[in-house]
């Protein structure tokens, strides 16, 4: 394939080829030879450097200026050595043609002309590689593709530009000339190899915060690099910070250019110490309050909230109890002076307090202020009158649960700060052991102690202690009385079994004993078992049992062994309890046998003699019973004969008469009536209750028994007798007997069984008899019973005949 130019596009790469440095073409990597074909050593227009391998052209580079406005623009011509053998159509592929980015470039099928379509943009395509074909009008390819290559070259169309559109650095107050500050960096999208991106960095303008304190420049920056940095030192205190103009230009400062900011910080350093806005204060606060008492002030020449500007204060001296205590406000930087543990206005009523206020950061560079400042507090305390104190709550005493009534348990126990008068008390004490003088607050035991009450938990007994003073406005305070109650000895050993049963022969293991103390150890177990009667012994099986047994084979019978148990306890206590042993001979089994083998047994033994006694004992009773049966039976003989319980001297019936007796008893709410027919036959009385008396047994005067349960030589009182003439009195007159027999030590109480007199004939109430014959319930006016008192009201409304 041959390569032809038009004239034109040989013109042009040739002004191109004067403008182009050929310091550029090396950067590339490219050979003149190849980019520039046409020179040649003789001259003319030929084709330098082309050759042909395997019949085909290498064709050179095309360079392409963006930005181009000829469009479109004529960029090369293929010519294929088959044009002379028939039509050639030419054909294009690749990106910019056919790919993306589709159409930047086209040919022409029957010239091979290679022509761009569009202004090209090395920024966004820097070259472009094409594949040129030469076809038969069949289809057919002629030769091998050619390829192509297109360079677009650069054009300073883009204006550099800084990365941020503002920066931000510090540097440190009084920093020394030369100190980096921060690098600020800008970006140029033309092709860095070239002047177009060749990027310088100056400041336009410095303005400081606040404006018009800085009469000259103090930052500087490196024209390559970005880099800014200090020209002189800055007070923080008179410049806070600065802002800065920032420009950058490409071609080395002659070209586009951009702008940005930078806003430099000057930051703190402590340079400045704290110092008291006054060195005296005076603060007072009440004793036992605990709060805040005062606040002090202090100033500081720092970034205000900043590190450097806080402050944090001791107090130096004044206070070796640590009753005080001082903090920072994180906000207004004040020392905050507080009570921490409560002051006693009799021991002190003021302290004198020095502080110091530093900063938490030691001070930087060539300050003049000193480190710390010192101011003088004097706190003045308050007095009030304060409750009672005890020396220590709880009060914990050791005694022994045995104690002596009367023993002093402790004394001393509370103070008044204020001097004033103390009344002690016990408030709770639910076994009422102690006793407390009400003056002095001494606390005796009013009786010995109980380890195992209810109210002693962990051997403690606790109770209540009250002291009030004796102020108007007193005040008063509790507080716990712990007694740690020691174990005593003080109870003896309880044996048990006190009765048991063993077989005669002395083979057998005997009776197992053990025992009981209400003492806890060490003063109960282990028990010690002892017994002094002879042919008898005692085997100790541990220490809380042991076997009773005889020495010898023993006969049957009845035996009252003493066995002494003694306990372990300081000092020992011994009880000595007889046990009754029941000896009999046992089977193979070791069964006792029957009863009348004990009896008649070899010998007689103790055991025949006591079964004789109670024999004789129940033949005894038998014969009394029957004499006590006998007697008695004599005496109803005598009553009957008598002619009745009731029955004197008159023949009239008993009914006709009124009976006045002396003792009245049973309750006001009875119904049922006597049966005075019952009397004729005292034997045949039955109990029944009347509306004035418990049952009645009537005896004729003079022979009535007297009665056991009634003292007979005490004096009664008088009873009334007569009825008072005004009806009106009568409940005077009831009340008056009511008294008499409430206060009459020889009667029983109401509703026991009670004996009357035998009243005799001719009364003066007439006969009873009469109440009956006299007519019907209608007939009769019951008026006048309500004349007598609301008593007798009741009984007047159940005669009402309405």
């Known amino acids: 394939m041959e390569l032809r130019l038009l004239a034109g596009q040989f013109l042009f790469l040739l002004t191109l080829c004067q403008v182009w440095r050929s310091s550029q073409t090396d950067q590339h990597g490219l050979n003149p030879d190849v980019l520039y074909p046409w020179r040649q050593a003789r001259g003319g227009l030929a084709f330098a450097g082309l050759s042909r391998v395997r019949r085909d052209w290498i064709i050179p580079p095309i360079r392409v200026l963006e930005n181009s406005k000829m469009i479109p623009e004529k960029l090369v011509q ?30 022409d099928e029957k010239t091979g002309w290679i022509v761009s379509k569009m202004p090209l943009d090395r ?48 540097v440190p107050e009084f920093a020394s000339p030369g100190t980096s500050v921060m690098r600020v960096k800008a970006e140029d999208k033309d092709d860095p190899m070239t002047d177009n991106a060749a990027l310088s960095y100056s400041i336009l303008k410095q303005e400081s915060i606040p404006p018009n304190k800085a009469d000259k420049n103090v930052f500087g920056i490196r024209e390559t690099t970005g880099e800014i940095y200090t020209l002189e030192g800055m007070d923080r205190e008179v410049i806070q910070a600065f802002n800065l103009t920032l420009q950058v230009a490409d071609m080395s400062g002659m070209g586009l250019t951009g702008t940005s900011h930078a806003i430099i910080n000057i930051t703190d350093i402590n340079n400045h110490g704290p110092k008291f806005i006054s060195t005296t204060y005076k603060f007072f606060t009440v004793e036992n309050a605990l709060a805040v008492i005062g606040r002090v002030n202090s100033s500081d020449g720092d970034d205000h909230g900043g590190r450097n500007w806080k402050v944090q204060y001791h107090i130096a001296e004044g206070d070796p109890n640590s009753h005080f205590a001082i903090a920072t406000d994180p906000i207004t930087n004040q020392g905050i002076l507080s009570v921490i543990k409560p002051l006693d206005f009799e021991s002190s009523p003021q302290h004198e307090l020095v502080l110091t206020a530093s900063n938490l950061v030691p001070l930087e560079g060539m300050s003049l202020d000193s480190p710390t400042s010192t101011a003088t507090v004097t706190v003045v305390v308050l007095n009030e009158n304060e409750a009672p104190r005890f020396f220590e709550d709880p009060i914990l005493v050791k005694v022994p649960e045995s104690i002596v009534p009367g023993t002093i348990i402790v004394q001393n126990i509370a103070h008044d700060p204020d001097n004033a008068r103390l009344r002690f008390e016990i408030s709770h004490d639910p076994e009422r052991w102690l006793a407390i003088n009400r003056d002095t607050g001494e606390v005796t035991a009013k009786r010995a102690f109980n380890i195992r009450s209810q109210h002693v938990k962990d051997n403690i007994y606790r109770a209540m202690i009250q002291v009030s003073d004796a102020d108007i406005d007193g005040m008063s305070i509790a507080g716990t009385l712990e007694i740690s109650l020691i174990e005593t000895n003080d109870h003896s050993p309880k044996l048990f079994p006190l009765s048991a049963t063993m077989c005669s022969n002395r083979n057998t293991p005997g009776v197992l004993l053990s025992a009981t103390d209400e003492d806890m150890p060490p003063h109960s177990i282990p028990f010690t078992f002892s017994t002094s009667i002879v042919n008898w012994t005692i085997v100790q099986l541990n220490g809380t049992h042991a076997f009773l047994r005889h020495m010898v084979d023993t006969e ?47 010998r007689a033994g103790i055991s025949l003699i006591a079964l004789i006694v109670i024999m004789s004992c129940i033949a005894l009773l038998f014969v009394l ?23 004197g001297e008159s023949d009239d019936d008993i009914r006709d008469n009124v009976l006045n007796y002396d003792e009245q008893g049973g309750g006001e709410e009875d119904e049922n009536v006597f049966n005075i027919d019952l009397l004729r036959n005292p034997s045949d009385v039955v109990p029944s209750p009347s509306p004035f008396s418990s049952p009645v047994t009537g005896w004729p005067r003079g022979r009535q028994p007297l009665r056991k349960d009634t003292p007979h030589n005490l004096p009664s009182p008088t009873y009334p007798r007569r009825p008072p003439a005004d009806p ?9 007997g009511l008294e008499a027999a409430d206060n009459d030590p020889n009667v029983p109480p109401y509703d026991t069984a009670l004996i009357y007199d035998y009243e005799g004939d001719g009364s003066l109430a007439g006969s009873l008899s009469t109440l009956a014959s006299a007519g019907s319930d209608a007939d009769q006016d019951y008026d006048y019973l309500n004349d007598w008192g609301p008593r007798f009201k009741k009984l007047a409304n159940m005669y009402d005949p309405r």
């Open 78 to 107: 293929i010519k294929s050595d088959k044009v002379s053998t028939g039509d050639v159509i030419y054909r294009l592929e690749g990106p910019g043609v056919n790919q993306e980015p589709k159409d930047h470039f086209e040919i």
């Open 123 to 170: 920024e966004t395509h820097n070259s472009f590689t094409l594949k040129a074909f030469a076809l038969s009008p069949s289809g057919e390819r002629l030769e091998s593709p050619t390829t192509i290559e297109i360079y677009v070259l650069d054009q300073n169309d883009n204006r550099p530009n800084f990365t941020k559109p503002q920066f931000v650095g510090s």
């Open 625 to 647: 019973l029957l004499l006590a049966v006998a007697v008695g039976a004599c005496k109803r003989h005598h009553i009957k004969k008598g002619g009745g319980l009731l029955v």
């Open 556 to 602: 049957s019978g009845e035996f009252a062994v003493p066995v002494a148990v003694s306990d372990s306890g300081a000092p020992q206590l011994t009880s000595i309890s007889h046990i009754n042993i029941t000896v009999c001979p046992c089977d193979m089994d070791g069964e006792c046998k029957a009863i009348s083998a004990a009896i008649f047994g070899t």
């Open 728 to 736: 009106t009195d009568i409940a005077d007159f009831i009340n008056d």
